[in-house]
């Protein structure tokens, strides 16, 4: 069973930086597909940024330019978050998917495997 861990979630001020990171364990599949969404109450989750298996990236457009997604060899995935804005407040969620990042973006059309959140507010 895949588990994925998210740590690094924080309060800071606009303008400031945070990097999350994302452990995972339990993958049984060749590749996966791993990346970051996020959601504030009342709305929908939507997605930050993925990347796959290959090292392909795609970001919203919403933090082109201000965050960096990364991931390792075994399947750990980072999320380098700079000059935050309060409306980057949320939820922020580490995803992965064996179906591939077509599969995931811009919205899972399949079963991926979630973590279980860290919470990132930004707010002066």
């Known amino acids: 069973e895949v588990e994925l861990v998210e740590s690094g979630g924080d309060s800071v001020q606009p303008g400031g930086s945070l990097k999350l990171s994302c452990k995972g364990s339990?993958?049984?599949?060749?590749?996966?597909?791993l990346g970051w969404f996020r959601q504030v109450d009342g709305k929908e989750r939507e997605g930050v940024a993925v990347i796959a298996s290959e090292g392909t990236i795609t970001y919203a457009d919403s933090v082109k330019g201000r965050f960096t997604i990364s991931r390792d060899a075994a399947n750990n995935v980072y999320l380098e978050m700079n000059s935050l804005k309060p409306e980057d407040t949320a939820m922020y969620y580490c995803v992965a998917d064996h179906l591939g990042c077509f599969y995931l973006w811009p919205r899972p059309r399949g079963k991926p495997h979630w973590g279980q959140g860290t919470q990132v507010t930004v707010s002066s």
């Open positions: 339990g993958f049984t599949y060749y590749s996966y597909c």
